[in-house]
């Protein structure tokens, strides 16, 4: 394709009058405007502009060529606005992408963000599994864990508090632990990112972590009964009653609040699970990504039990 700058400086000259205006609105010397349009006219072979001391006139050649390069110009002048509109307005298809026990965070985060910009749409992908976030053009990708090496931004939201829960229908037939020692004699639910696989049917899977009260610590292994990819239908299992499970606080406050769980062990704590949201590698961020992940941050920071990143 032929360079279109000089189409464009062509219409902008014929738009301003002269090429000293054309010149102060593209940012041009006089001279190097003048210099564009010769060049033009030797390359169509015609002239495009009458030149006098006093004013410019086209052509017959340059009032034919005239309203395409208008075109041109205003379709540039589009490109750019749409471009600043991106950055400065958000607008368009948000697309984000969460574990599913997280989607229930997503709508109250982003909901004063939808409600602000009714040009805004939003795509929220839940799902355990590792979706291709390239493939899937995701703008923002909530995480929990520690991350491997990406060519993705990580910007961490908060640090979830996690703590260990149980119905109250379990600890009544099998009763409440009362040192992290007695943890290893009850039936646990773990997610498959805490539990290691057995090395044969006839074993359970097993999940380890560790206690602290203080300065005290305790390493704690523990066979697990029941596995899930799902962190919400762990939390679901633990609420019917079929053993413990560590669960993030900020999700089981409401079931904590209404008795459906307990806490167990309240005054020893485990490590703290970090969120992230995760973005593209680029230049800059467009303006719906930078607003929402705003909005994430002050939400999941006021969550309980939530953590500074």
């Given at each position: 394709?032929?360079?279109?700058?000089?189409?464009?400086?062509?219409?902008?000259?014929?738009?301003?009058?002269?090429?000293?205006?054309?010149?102060?609105?593209?940012?041009?010397?006089?001279?190097?405007?003048?210099?564009?349009?010769?060049?033009?006219?030797?390359?169509?072979?015609?002239?495009?502009?009458?030149?006098?001391?006093?004013?410019?006139?086209?052509?017959?050649?340059?009032?034919?060529?005239?309203?395409?390069?208008?075109?041109?110009?205003?379709?540039?002048?589009?490109?750019?606005?749409?471009?600043?509109?991106?950055?400065?307005?958000?607008?368009?298809?948000?697309?984000?992408?969460?574990?599913?026990?997280?989607?229930?965070?997503?709508?109250?985060?982003?909901?004063?963000?939808?409600?602000?910009?009714?040009?805004?749409?939003?795509?929220?992908?839940?799902?355990?599994?590792?979706?291709?976030?390239?493939?899937?053009?995701?703008?923002?990708?909530?995480?929990?864990?520690?991350?491997?090496?990406?060519?993705?931004?990580?910007?961490?939201?908060?640090?979830?508090?996690?703590?260990?829960?149980?119905?109250?229908?379990?600890?009544?037939?099998?009763?409440?632990?009362?040192?992290?020692?007695?943890?290893?004699?009850?039936?646990?639910?773990?997610?498959?990112?805490?539990?290691?696989?057995?090395?044969?049917?006839?074993?359970?899977?097993?999940?380890?972590?560790?206690?602290?009260?203080?300065?005290?610590?305790?390493?704690?292994?523990?066979?697990?009964?029941?596995?899930?990819?799902?962190?919400?239908?762990?939390?679901?299992?633990?609420?019917?009653?079929?053993?413990?499970?560590?669960?993030?606080?900020?999700?089981?406050?409401?079931?904590?609040?209404?008795?459906?769980?307990?806490?167990?062990?309240?005054?020893?704590?485990?490590?703290?699970?970090?969120?992230?949201?995760?973005?593209?590698?680029?230049?800059?961020?467009?303006?719906?990504?930078?607003?929402?992940?705003?909005?994430?941050?002050?939400?999941?920071?006021a969550l309980p039990g939530a953590r500074p990143a």
């Open positions: 394709m032929n360079d279109l700058k000089p189409y464009a400086i062509f219409a902008e000259t014929v738009a301003g009058g002269s090429m000293s205006a054309a010149a102060r609105r593209l940012g041009m010397s006089p001279s190097a405007v003048s210099q564009a349009i010769r060049a033009l006219e030797r390359q169509a072979g015609v002239t495009l502009l009458h030149r006098s001391t006093r004013k410019l006139t086209l052509t017959e050649a340059g009032a034919r060529c005239y309203p395409h390069c208008l075109r041109l110009l205003e379709a540039a002048n589009a490109a750019g606005d749409a471009l600043l509109h991106a950055r400065d307005a958000p607008s368009g298809e948000l697309r984000v992408a969460a574990p599913v026990g997280f989607g229930l965070h997503i709508a109250p985060a982003l909901a004063p963000v939808l409600a602000a910009w009714p040009q805004l749409r939003l795509r929220l992908l839940v799902d355990d599994a590792m979706i291709d976030l390239v493939e899937a053009r995701i703008d923002i990708a909530i995480r929990a864990g520690n991350l491997p090496d990406s060519r993705w931004i990580a910007r961490r939201l908060c640090r979830f508090e996690v703590i260990a829960c149980a119905a109250p229908a379990y600890i009544e037939r099998h009763g409440m632990p009362d040192s992290p020692q007695a943890l290893a004699g009850h039936h646990w639910l773990g997610a498959m990112r805490q539990s290691s696989e057995p090395k044969g049917d006839a074993q359970a899977p097993s999940m380890e972590f560790d206690l602290r009260q203080g300065e005290q610590r305790e390493h704690i292994r523990v066979d697990v009964r029941i596995v899930s990819n799902n962190q919400l239908s762990l939390q679901q299992m633990c609420e019917q009653g079929m053993g413990l499970a560590l669960l993030g606080h900020a999700d089981v406050h409401a079931a904590l609040e209404r008795g459906l769980l307990v806490r167990v062990l309240p005054h020893w704590q485990l490590a703290p699970l970090p969120v992230t949201a995760m973005t593209p590698r680029r230049d800059g961020d467009p303006a719906k990504v930078k607003v929402a992940l705003d909005a994430l941050q002050r939400h999941f920071a």
